[in-house]
T-cell receptor, first 117, second 111 residues
């Protein structure tokens, strides 16, 4: 049962336009959401995150929006650049059930973004 | 230069052999994690460790084993009991926070 879903396997946009990547989740216990960017044969790099008590977080060209009632979040990239072409993973966080102060991340399957020059 | 290193980058194994993947971090992070990524899939948690000498199974621990004897190191052994070991393996670490930082990964291929 997929708790974090990225329903679009791929997205293609023109350079300079907006890229919107979407993510849906089912578990109400998630309290923090993250976006990672990944190039082939490399580890994911952290992009931006948002706490469940907020509805928007912005960092340069990247903005994440959270609609908690709809259990939906989106990543906006404006303007899109060819270097943004990569797989983007949405991840949701909750504390480990066994105790401790660390968090388990549940990942979506990713969306391949292609930005065309 | 702080970071997470994984070695080797590529690893080939014959069926029936155990193999150990290395993960080292100098970020002074308490928690470390191992994930597996298959084509078209998200990252799935194999094992995690929140503190030295302690580790817990993740969602897909069968056929894998780990140790955490030092804060900096969290090696993963892929045993012959793992039915489909060919995958991209990622190690991550964090410090009492949601954000995990990943190493460059090891691609394991079973011949």
């Amino acid at each position: 049962d997929q708790q974090v879903k990225q329903n679009s396997p791929s997205l293609s946009v023109q350079e300079g336009r907006i890229s919107i990547l979407n993510c849906d989740y089912t578990n109400s216990m998630f309290d923090y959401f993250l976006w990672y960017k990944k190039y082939p044969a490399e580890g994911p790099t952290f992009l931006i995150s948002i706490s469940s008590i907020k509805d928007k977080n912005e960092d340069g060209r990247f903005t994440v929006f959270l609609n908690k009632s709809a259990k939906h979040l989106s990543l906006h990239i404006v303007p899109s650049q060819p270097g943004d072409s990569a797989v983007y993973f949405c991840a949701a966080s909750q504390k480990f059930t066994g105790g401790g102060s660390n968090y388990k991340l549940t990942f979506g399957k990713g969306t391949l973004l292609t930005v065309n020059p | 230069d702080g970071g997470i290193t994984q070695s080797p980058k590529y690893l080939f194994r014959k069926e029936g052999q155990n193999v150990t993947l290395s993960c080292e971090q100098n970020l002074n992070h308490d928690a470390m994690y191992w994930y597996r990524q298959d084509p078209g899939q998200g990252l799935r948690l194999i094992y995690y460790s929140q503190i030295v000498n302690d580790f817990q199974k993740g969602d897909i621990a069968e056929g894998y084993s780990v140790s955490r004897e030092k804060k900096e190191s969290f090696p993963l052994t892929v045993t012959s009991a793992q039915k489909n070991p060919t995958a991209f393996y990622l190690c991550a670490s964090s410090i009492h926070a949601d954000t995990q930082y990943f190493g460059p990964g090891t691609r394991l291929t079973v011949l």
